[in-house]
């Protein structure tokens, strides 16, 4: 891929509109999945779910990314990927909001399922856009270009803008008088999902490159070649998924309290955006599985605190740690895939990590959910998927670089 610079009229820097993709993570993780770990209290009590029903709801979210991740190439080929960004956002954006209308069981799980394939759309195609303007030189020529690593961690790590406003904008609207006060929080969610794509939109004029050939035979994604990355990929998304949907849960059953637990899910958020720097190093330099074996570990030491033990200090060090390492997982595959891949293989391979990760995530809820309605409760499920990311880090020293192609 060559490294030319972005068109002349446009006066933002290449971290500007970074910054502007990050928001679209925000949106597809943020708002339309990570802020169910905050309304998940309030709704099983209102609702009374199970546990396993309130994983259920995660469940069919992921099943509705995976289908998303699998659809996206072909939205990507005919109607490339700042269209189907921003389609998905839109898309996101009202079905969060229609969230507060329904409190039917079905309706809710349509709702989730709906939403996990527009933010599917939006996650693959701004990785796409991240992936793509990783490699473009300074608008003005003059100052060196911001390393890759750097860029995709923005762009990845701008979940935790999402998060941070879901920890402002749940806690206080789910507590309003009257029935059902969870609904406000969902359409408060939509209506920042909308402004946010907004944004986007504005911040991303002129980055989308002309249409590409379709690779050859030669140029094509190789999942064989990719195994561990993959399988480390799945064990990824199938441990993460039950800390960041019940962890809210257990530290309620701790006896934490409302204000502590906004904190700790704002430090979390906010570590998301740190990570952007904190790894973007390792990012830029790992050429197979290291990064995704450092943090898969790392990512099981934060998962297995709490279970550990229900000390505020021991709490916070979970979420910090935890924000500041899973995202950073997320931005490796992208790396993975640049460094390994012709640019033409770009999409494919985004998409292939994306749908091992969706799979992860079906499975994930599901599992801690059903560990917790047993005699192990919540703590035996976190520690379930903590084992899961043990496992995780070790499959993927497997991965090694292939015949490494310039971006």
Same mark, same amino acid.
């Given at each position: 891929?060559? &490294? ?79 269209? &189907? ?27 989730? +399922? ?7 759309? &939006? ?82 004029? +002129? ?5 590409? /050939? ?27 998924? +039950? ?58 030491? /934060? ?15 979970? +979420? ?10 997320? /931005? ?10 012709? /640019? ?64």
């Amino acid at each position: 891929m060559t &490294t030319e610079p972005l068109p002349a009229r446009r006066e933002l820097s290449i971290l500007a509109v970074a910054a502007a993709l990050a928001l679209a993570a925000a949106v597809s993780l943020g708002l339309a999945r990570f802020s169910y770990a905050l309304l998940l209290p309030p709704m099983r009590a209102d609702l009374g779910w199970s546990y396993t029903t309130a994983g259920a709801m995660n469940t069919v979210n992921a099943a509705g990314y995976l289908v998303g991740a699998l659809l996206a190439p072909g939205w990507l080929r005919r109607f490339g990927a700042r269209s &189907t960004l921003l389609a998905g956002g839109v898309g996101s954006a009202l079905l969060l909001a229609a969230h507060g209308a329904v409190t039917d069981d079905a309706a809710l799980y349509l709702l989730r +399922g709906l939403t996990g394939i527009a933010s599917a759309a &939006t996650f693959v195609s701004g990785g796409l856009l991240a992936a793509r303007l990783s490699g473009r030189a300074p608008i003005d020529g003059t100052r060196p270009a911001p390393s890759a690593g750097l860029v995709l961690g923005i762009y990845y790590g701008g979940a935790g803008i999402g998060i941070v406003i879901s920890a402002l904008l749940v806690p206080q609207l789910s507590a309003l008088p009257g029935a059902h006060p969870w609904r406000w929080a969902w359409v408060a969610l939509g209506i920042a999902a909308l402004i946010a794509t907004a944004i986007t939109a504005a911040a991303t004029r +002129g980055t989308e490159p002309a249409r590409a /050939a379709p690779p050859s035979a030669s140029e094509r994604f190789e999942w064989r070649h990719f195994g561990c990355g993959l399988a480390s990929y799945f064990m990824f998304g199938l441990g993460y998924i +039950g800390y960041m949907t019940f962890v809210v849960t257990l530290l309620r059953e701790q006896q934490l309290g409302s204000v502590a637990i906004t904190v700790f899910y704002a430090l979390l958020g906010l570590a998301v955006l740190g990570s952007s720097f904190v790894w973007a190093s390792l990012l830029h330099r790992q050429l197979g599985g290291g990064a995704m074996r450092l943090l898969n570990a790392l990512l099981a030491v /934060a998962t297995v605190l709490p279970v550990l033990s229900a000390h505020p200090v021991a709490v916070f060090a979970s +979420g910090i740690l935890f924000g500041g390492v899973f995202l950073s997982v997320v /931005a490796s595959t992208t790396p993975l895939v640049r460094h390994n891949q012709p /640019a033409s293989a770009w999409p494919a391979g985004i998409a292939a990590f994306t749908i091992v990760f969706a799979a992860g995530q079906i499975v994930g809820p599901m599992l801690v959910g059903w560990v917790a309605d047993g005699a192990g409760g919540l703590r035996g499920g976190l520690a379930v998927s903590a084992g899961v990311l043990l496992l995780g880090a070790l499959i993927a020293w497997g991965q090694k670089p292939l015949d490494r192609r310039a971006a």
